[in-house]
């Protein structure tokens, strides 16, 4: 492990499930993040270099400030500080796609969701219908594994203010491509949470081969959309992608979500997958 005042944790130190090491290659820009996304050889080697992107300077800055600066309640903690991978199921049925991870939640944790108030209620939710081991997530170790089920963002470092730039987006947007190429011969159902992740799905889509309509569908709670799977999924059934709202406190205090309607829609998910 690391100084506790260091801004990330250097590859291959110890952290629970990094998926990176020393020597991992890193993208220090945009095209690099196109070279490396690419020139992956399979879904491990391409999470441990999303795991250590530095390609934006400004969300390298930020997530590595918040890391040394802290919030108080976490200030004796270790803060991950590196871009956040995608994880769970290698060969899943759901993929999940969010926006970014949050600056005490994910870039804590080095997972997405894990330790924030909105995976307090994203995996109460899919664990209570069977998409994942235990109802809460708080750090790398606790134990929790994601059934048939995997997550991603379309931005993988924290943004100030939880804003990436629309560059920033389009930097990103290999990583997700990649991925979302990688689990394509399994996926069954991709479940968008927010209407910001599923504005920035809609490129990695097309990018990772599926056929994508014209205009656009629009983003709405529990909007279904179904999709051609691309040619390297091997089969032709429907990919079904589902709209959420985001399980965010402003979201979940006004009561915009509740329970039931997050369950719901992971209940569609899973029954379809």
């Known amino acids: 492990m690391t100084d506790a005042r260091a801004p990330y944790v250097p590859p291959g130190t110890g952290w629970p499930d990094d998926p990176a090491a020393p020597d991992t290659p890193v993208a220090h820009g945009a095209g690099e993040v196109i070279e490396l996304a690419a020139g992956a050889p399979d879904l491990a080697e391409l999470c441990a270099r999303q795991s250590v992107c530095r390609a934006c300077d400004r969300l ?17 903690e270790e803060y991950w500080g590196r ?70 963002a379309t931005v993988r470092c924290a943004p100030p203010d939880n804003k990436p730039t629309p560059l ?3 930097t990103c947007l290999p990583w997700l491509a990649r991925e979302v190429e990688d689990v394509a011969g399994s996926v069954r159902c991709i479940v968008c949470l927010g209407g910001f992740a599923w504005q920035g799905v809609w490129p990695a889509l097309k990018q990772a081969g599926y056929e994508v309509p ?19 999924a091997a089969r032709r059934d429907p990919v079904l992608l589902l709209g959420c709202y985001h399980p ?24 379809y997958a």
Not at 92 to 105: E, K, T, W
Not at 214 to 232: D, M, Q, Y
């Open 60 to 76: 390298v800055e930020w997530r590595e400030k918040v890391a040394v600066e802290r919030r108080r309640a976490f200030a004796n």
């Open 248 to 271: 965010s406190q402003q979201n979940t205090f006004t009561g915009r979500v509740t329970e039931d309607m997050l369950d719901a829609v992971f209940a569609r998910a899973r029954d």
């Open 83 to 152: 871009p956040i991978p995608g994880w769970g199921d290698p060969e899943p049925r759901i993929l999940i796609v969010g926006l970014a991870p949050a600056a005490h939640g994910g870039n804590r944790t080095g997972r997405i969701f894990t330790g924030d108030r909105s995976g307090d209620w994203l995996f109460a939710s899919l664990h209570r219908v069977g998409l994942a081991s235990q109802a809460t997530s708080v750090h790398a170790a606790d134990g929790q594994r994601l059934i048939g089920a995997r997550m991603a």
């Open 168 to 170: 920033e987006r389009t």
């Open 214 to 232: 014209r205009p656009r569908p629009k983003f709405g709670h529990a909007a279904e959309v179904e999709l051609a799977p691309p040619p390297s």
